[in-house]
């Protein structure tokens, strides 16, 4: 069995050290991209409240146009059906 000597040690203290910083900078750069990440979460959310907003404004111009366009299809086949099924008036 052989001996550690404090070179050895010293070698082994230093690539100890060395992983560890290389696992924190990893560590840190994960860190960084997870910010990112949350904040582009983040905005995607607000973007699609807005495009909610949207199309419920359309629904509403929508609706209003669809009970225009009955309503005066409605009006018409009254018109017409009072014009030509009344007597006429001598």
Known sequence: MSALTDNDLKELK?????KFESISKDLNDIKV???TIK???NGLGKRLDDTNKRIDNLEFTN????ITVISGLLLAVI???VKFL???IS
Do not use: K
Request: aromatic share 4%.
């Open 39 to 41: 904040s582009d979460v």
């Open 79 to 81: 018109t017409l059906t």
């Open 63 to 66: 609706r209003g146009i669809f």
């Open 33 to 35: 991209d997870a910010a």
């Open 14 to 18: 230093d690539l100890i050290t060395s």
């Open 86 to 88: 009344t007597p006429p």
